[in-house]
């Protein structure tokens, strides 16, 4: 029988632990915008299940985007539906690269990630799920290079 080498050990003991040291998130999913291209009619949607109705709560707005990428900013139109139904929609602009054009976030090659506040210190006010929508606002039917884009929602300090 062959024995486990201890740096594999050492391999998942660190996948575990830096994915689980993140005690004030409560949702965080990313999708994948399909061949990095964001259609106008791709709405990419998150369903929250909210129990807490007490707590206050952070949500941020999750973009990956390539390097190619022609503009500096994302527009975003965020509709939320409530438990009850009610919808709201917000336009988010998020801001993914500075005057000069160095790209904002963190980066790895030619990708870069950013996470952006859309709201802060807010109370859901009903428990049950709620649904995210996103549909990109950028008035192009195709916009290239977007690879990701997600939401996180973590409570508030």
């Not at 050492?10 to 996948?15: A, H």
Request: charged letters at 25%.
């Amino acid at each position: 029988m062959k024995s486990v080498k201890p740096y594999i050990y050492i391999f998942f003991v660190t996948i575990i632990s830096v994915t689980s040291c993140d005690p004030s998130r409560v949702f965080e999913d990313n999708i994948r915008i399909p061949d990095g291209v964001w259609e106008q009619d791709n709405i990419v949607s998150f369903d929250l299940m909210v129990e807490d109705t007490i707590s206050s709560y952070n949500l941020y707005v999750n973009v990956r985007n390539a390097n190619l990428y022609p503009m500096s900013n994302l527009y975003l139109f965020i509709t939320t539906t409530a438990p009850s139904g009610h919808s709201i929609m917000d336009t988010v602009e998020v801001i993914l690269a500075d005057e000069k054009g160095k790209w904002l976030g963190s980066g790895l090659g030619d990708i870069w990630d950013l996470q952006q506040a859309y709201k802060q210190n807010i109370r859901f006010a009903q428990r049950g799920e709620y649904t995210f929508e996103y549909e990109q606002a950028m008035r192009v039917e195709r916009l290239p290079f977007i690879l990701d884009v997600g939401l996180r929602v973590e409570k508030a300090d």
